[in-house]
């Protein structure tokens, strides 16, 4: 039975990286940027909604606003807020994942994954770093990087103090688009037209998988461009006996995931009535939980 890992920053957060919105935004690096009407409104919003598909959520917002209303100040506002976040973020990965500045948990039910023997499992990430040489797990293949991804700081040629990623993917679904709309200004921030968007085979593996493992990954809308279509065939019955398992911290932390999952119409109780199974479990349980012990047995 093929089995496909899907990451997210919960993954990484779990392991003992310092890769939160909330740790990010605490940073210099964000707090030096020019602050935008639009980045006053993240600095403002991160105490209630800290997630990165909750920041994507307020471009999404405003993305659709300017479609709606647009004027030029608008439009400049979400392009200089985009920019400055992706340089922001871009400057700050690199700096917090140096190996002596990471504490890794190796307490943590993503260490035990990493440490896990890998046979038939493919692993993708949503996020922009490398799992196993950060956990210094040596020669064992990285996740395939669906956003992008940057090099280490210790692999940065010497002299620079850091290589800016010119990959990473922050934004929007293609879905926030009005019908019929021939206003291209903003294109660029709708992750489906990044050049980075289809290099992979991540679809292809997820539709074709038996065995679909989501760690820290919150569904958001903004990445509903990778998920829609599978989750539709789910609820329609179009595809069956899938056995989908999401790992994430708590109870509350899932209930957040079946709200995201309602926004693209996707309902738990639906995907399950077409012979597929959904399993929840929680990294607060820590690695002796027994559900998650089952679980590496499909790695």
Known sequence: MRTIVIIGNGFDIDLGLKTSFKDFIGSPHFTKQSFTPLMNKIRNNYKYDDRWCDIEQIFRDMFIQYHINPSQKLLDDINNTWQMLNKAWGMYLPEITELDKIEIKKDSCAYKMLEYPRKKSQWYTFNYTSPYYLAEFKNKEEPTPVHGWFEPREKTP????????????????????????????????????????????????????????????AMGITDSDYFYDFF?????????????????????????????????????????????TISSIFTTEGQSNSKFIDLLTLL
Do not use: W
């Not at 009005?178 to 200004?185: L, Q, Y």
């Not at 489906?192 to 493992?213: A, E, R």
């Not at 019955?237 to 999952?261: C, H, P, R, W």
């Open 158 to 217: 010497e002299g620079l103090m850091y290589r800016i990623p010119n990959e990473l993917v922050i934004g929007i679904d293609s879905k926030a688009m009005p019908a019929n709309s021939k206003n291209t200004a903003l294109n660029h921030i709708i992750k489906k037209n990044h050049p980075q968007y289809g290099k992979t085979d991540f679809i292809n593996d997820l539709f074709s998988s038996d065995n679909i493992i989501i760690f820290g990954h």
């Open 232 to 276: 539709t065939d789910l609820k329609e019955g179009l595809l069956s006996n899938k056995n989908i398992f999401f790992v994430t911290y708590d109870q509350a932390s899932m209930l957040k995931i079946e709200k995201n999952l309602e926004k693209i119409d996707v309902l738990i109780n639906k995907i399950e009535m077409k012979n597929n």
